[in-house]
Structures are given as C-alpha cells and as structure tokens.
C-alpha cells in the first residue's frame, strides 16, 4: 500500500495520483518538448515574420492566428476555421507559432515545443515577442 508523499518513512512510495498532483498533473499544465526531429522544415528565412496582428489569409479572421513556421502563411487556430490543421493537412507544414501566447505547435509531433529552449525556434519566438509587445522577451535560465 502506498504511503503518503510527507511520510517520514524513507521507504515511503508514492501513488500515481499522488504524483500527477505533486507536479501539477491536475492543473492542466503541458510540459513542451525540447527535441523535435521536424525543423529541418522550419523556414530559411524566419527574421522577417508577418506582425501578430496579421489577418488569417484564408478568411480574414484576425485573432487566435497562427504562423506556419515553414512558409510564414498567417492561419486561424482550430477554434475559429481550421484553417492552420488544413493548411498542415494539405501541405504537410507542421510547425506553427500562435500569435496569441507565443507557443510553438509540432503537428506531426503532436505537441507543444519550447521555442526559448530549441535553439532553432529562439530568434523567431524572439521577434515574434518583439512584434507583440514592443520589447525584447524575458531573459529565461534554462
């Protein structure tokens, strides 16, 4: 039987539920990747990026827009067209950037990147926060 995480116990174990609480399992919290075996698909040229005001470019809708990553089209999120999971499914384009939080969507991965881990991401998240809110981003320890 397990025991409780404060145990004084040095045998003590915890149970799966207990754990997935401990590190916030609960609360909704995606860990992103910090390898991706995709960005050999990442665009040669991500220094000049469309503003995140940027309309989708298929319906005009101008929030929850998306960034492809290997042809720098601007798409809307799954909650509004779907028009970034179509231009993917057409084009086999799997990497985006969200212009509303600034994370970084591996299709193909099917999971969330840590754009200021992944050397590659880091100057287009950098720019990409630049352009949204008028200065540099955070320095973050890593």
Not at 33 to 51: D, F, M, V
Not at 52 to 77: I, M
Not at 115 to 129: F, H, S
């Amino acid at each position: 039987m397990a025991k409780n995480i404060g145990s004084s116990s040095s045998s003590s174990t915890s149970t799966l539920k207990e754990l997935e609480i401990m590190y916030g399992g609960d609360s909704g919290w995606v860990e992103p990747r910090t390898l991706c075996h995709h960005l050999n698909k990442l665009c040669s040229h991500l220094s000049h990026i469309p503003i995140p005001s940027s309309p989708c470019t298929r319906c005009d809708h101008t929030s929850e827009n998306w960034l492809c990553l290997c042809c720098k089209d601007v798409l809307c999120s799954r909650f509004v067209n779907k028009h970034m999971l179509e231009h993917y499914q057409e084009s086999d384009h799997c990497l985006a950037l969200s212009y509303s939080d600034l994370s970084v969507w591996c299709f193909s991965c099917d999971a969330y990147l840590d754009a200021q881990v992944i050397l590659q991401l880091r100057p287009v998240y950098e720019i990409a926060y630049l352009l949204k809110f008028g200065e540099a981003p955070p320095l973050r320890t890593i």
